[in-house]
T-cell receptor, first 111, second 115 residues
């Protein structure tokens, strides 16, 4: 059974810092891995999707990497801003589009 | 991408009653998914709904408790039946888009409180 863990559970940084969020999964047989952000009381916004054959994806200040052999993905946020404050979730696609979600990292960026 | 709407956005219900949540997508999709997010928890898949067939439920979820309809390629409903306070959660629908990417997009969620 696939299990997904995210570290740290919470992170507080001053504006402008570069930061890394970590996601670990137990079964390397994934089809892809997707990163989302969730604002309080809201739905999920898709940030990046990495196919199993890819090593990384970039969108603006966000860069996500994937290492299937070690069961890890990282989300790198450059030059963080207060608007980046949210909960970040990673999800592993285990097949038939079934997503197994991580526990989330709650990010707070202070002005 | 996909634009997904859900109704209601939130509701407060009494124990023992049922609530039907609607999910509407702006384009035709083959697969729709229903997730539950309990307070302080991450998301858990309830079931997968394909148009024209019975929904497929994940372990721990049963049709009598969470009946699902999928009458066409842009719409689905999830009913939470005989509710108890333990059913208080955010319920989200999602769709898979992209012929190659299999990227999933989520609706805004329905926040349910059961008293």
């Amino acid at each position: 059974k696939q299990e997904v863990t995210q570290i740290p559970a919470a992170l507080s940084v001053p504006e402008g810092e570069n930061l890394v969020l970590n996601c670990s999964f137990t079964d390397s047989a994934i089809y892809n891995l997707q990163w989302f952000r969730q604002d309080p009381g809201k739905g999920l916004t898709s940030l990046l999707l990495i196919q199993s054959s890819q090593r990384e994806q970039t969108s603006g200040r966000l860069n996500a990497s994937l290492d299937k052999s070690s069961g890890r993905s990282t989300l790198y946020i450059a030059a963080s801003q207060p608007g980046d404050s949210a909960t970040y979730l990673c999800a592993a696609n285990t097949g038939f589009q079934k997503l197994v979600f991580g526990t989330g990292t709650r990010l707070l960026v202070s002005p | 991408s996909a634009v997904i709407s859900q109704k209601p956005s939130r509701d407060i219900c009494q124990r023992g009653t049922s609530l039907t949540i609607q999910c509407q997508v702006d384009s035709q999709v083959t697969m729709m998914f229903w997730y539950r997010q309990q307070p302080g928890q991450s998301l858990t898949l309830i079931a997968t709904a394909n148009q024209g067939s019975e929904a497929t439920y994940e372990s721990g979820f049963v049709i009598d408790k969470f009946p699902i309809s999928r009458p066409n390629l842009t719409f689905s409903t999830l009913t939470v039946s005989n509710m108890s306070p333990e059913d208080s959660s955010i319920y989200l629908c999602s769709v898979e888009k992209g012929a190659w990417s299999n990227e999933q997009f989520f609706g805004p969620g329905t926040r349910l409180t059961v008293l």
